[in-house]
C-alpha cells in the first residue's frame, strides 16, 4: 500500500515506526522546512532510499502521486482540515493526528467528504490500542462494571518555553489551542469513549496560570454529565514541575474499580472487580514500556486503517472519533469563555472563537 507523510516533526518518528512496522511502501514525506524531512528519514536509516520523494508543497506530493492510497497528517494543527480535505478529494485516505480540526465546521466536513468519496478517515488517538487501554474497555463491554457512577482524567505533564521555542504554533488559538487541546485531547477521548459517547453538558474553567508568552490556556477542569446517568471530571494542565508526572483514567462503576496510570495510562494501577477470575490476576500491575508520552499505539492504529483499506469497513478510530474528542475540547473553551453549562452536540464552534481569551 503506496504511503507518504505529510509533517515531519516532533510526532513523526512515530508514524515513521508503525510505517515500517507495517511494511507500507513508504514513496513521499512532505514538510515546508527540508531539514526536518531529512532529519527525520536519518533518524530511522532511510536518508539514502531514493523511492522517498521529499516535497515541501503537499498539493505538488498529492497531485504528483495519483497512485497514493494512504496518508497521515501530522503538521500543526491548524493545518489538518485543509490538508485532509485535498487528500479526501484526491481520493486519498487519511490518518490525521490530533486533533483532526480546529473547528466544528471543519470536523464534519472532512467526515461529509470522506463518506462521498469513499475513502477512510482515521483520527490518530493512538491510546485506545494501549494495552492497558483495551483491557478497560473489554471489561467495561462485558458489563463487569455494572452500572457506571463516575470517572475521572488527569493529564499532569510539564511544557516549558524551550517546547514553544520549538514551533511557533505552539500555543496559537488558529494553530494548536491550549494544553487541553494538544497535551489532554488523548485522556479525554478515552474518558468519552469508555463514559458514553453521548454527553449532555459540560462545565469547564480554563487559565493561563505560568505560560503568559502564549495565546491560550496551561490548565483546564470540566464536570461533564453523560446521557447514561454518569459523572466525569477532567484535569489537564503543563504546569507541573519539574517534569511529566502521569496521564491517569479512573473508571468507577457498582461492581468494578479501575484505575489506569503511567505516563500515558499505559499501566494498570487498580483492577478490582465483583466478578473476579483467575485470568484477572495478570492486569493487577500491569505495565506496558513505552519509549515516549505517545506510547506504542501508532503501529496498532495504523494496522487496523490497512485492515480497514482492504476490507471496505470504518476504522476502529474513526473520523466521528475525532470530532467527538474535539467536540468536548471545544465545550470546555466556550463554557468556561462564557461561564456557563453548555449543552451538547455543539454547533459552529472553533478554537478562533476564543482568540482573545487571556489577552
Known amino acids: 500500500m503506496k504511503y507518504a507523510l505529510i509533517g515531519c516533526g516532533r510526532i513523526a518518528t512515530n508514524h515513521v515506526k508503525a510505517v515500517l512496522n507495517n511494511g507500507l511502501e513508504f514513496i513521499a514525506a ?54 485532509a480535505l485535498y487528500c479526501i478529494d484526491h481520493g486519498i485516505n487519511v490518518i490525521i493526528e490530533k486533533p483532526m480540526a480546529m473547528s466544528m465546521e471543519d470536523a464534519e466536513e472532512i467526515i461529509k467528504r470522506s463518506e462521498e468519496k469513499g475513502v477512510k478517515v482515521s483520527a490518530c488517538h493512538q491510546n485506545r490500542f494501549n494495552v492497558a487501554v483495551q483491557q478497560m474497555r473489554k471489561a467495561l463491554e462485558s458489563g463487569r462494571f455494572g452500572k457506571l457512577s463516575h470517572g475521572s482524567i488527569h493529564v499532569r505533564w510539564n511544557r516549558g518555553k524551550q517546547y514553544y521555542d520549538q514551533a511557533s504554533w505552539r500555543g496559537t488559538w488558529a494553530d494548536d489551542g491550549g494544553c487541553l487541546m494538544n497535551q ?38 470540566a464536570v461533564v454529565t453523560f446521557a447514561n446517568g454518569a459523572v466525569a471530571t477532567i484535569e489537564g494542565t503543563t504546569n507541573v514541575y519539574p517534569q511529566n508526572l502521569e496521564e491517569t483514567l479512573y473508571l468507577f462503576g457498582e461492581k468494578g474499580t479501575v ?13 478490582d472487580f465483583a466478578d473476579e477470575t483467575e485470568a484477572d490476576a495478570k492486569n493487577k500491575g500491569l505495565e506496558e514500556a513505552t519509549s515516549n508520552v505517545y506510547g506504542n499505539g501508532h503501529t496498532s492504529l495504523y494496522a487496523d486503517v490497512i485492515d480497514a483499506i482492504t476490507n471496505g469497513r470504518k476504522p476502529y478510530v474513526d473520523g466521528e472519533a475525532g470530532k467527538r474528542a474535539l467536540e468536548l475540547v471545544l465545550a470546555i473553551y466556550k463554557s468556561a469563555a462564557e461561564n456557563r453549562p453548555i449543552k451538547l452536540p455543539l454547533e459552529n464552534c472553533s478554537t478562533l472563537d476564543f482568540i482573545d481569551r487571556f489577552v
Open 184 to 221: 489532554c485531547i488523548h485522556g479525554i477521548d478515552l474518558l468519552r469513549w469508555m463514559m458514553g459517547d453521548d454527553v449532555v453538558s459540560v462545565y469547564g474553567v480554563t487559565r493561563q496560570q505560568q505560560h503568559d508568552y502564549l495565546e491560550a490556556e496551561d490548565v483546564g477542569m
Open 259 to 271: 484505575k489506569l496510570g503511567g505516563k500515558s495510562t499505559n499501566n494498570i494501577d487498580v483492577w
Open 30 to 83: 512532505c514538510d515546508i522546512e527540508s531539514a526536518n524531512i531529512e532529519s527525520l528519514l536519518e533518524k530511522h536509516n532511510l536518508q539514502n532510499n531514493e523511492g522517498i520523494e521529499r516535497f515541501t508543497d503537499y498539493k505538488e506530493m498529492v497531485d504528483s502521486h495519483p497512485e497514493l492510497e494512504l496518508v497521515a497528517i501530522a503538521t500543526s494543527s491548524g493545518a489538518h482540515a485543509e490538508i
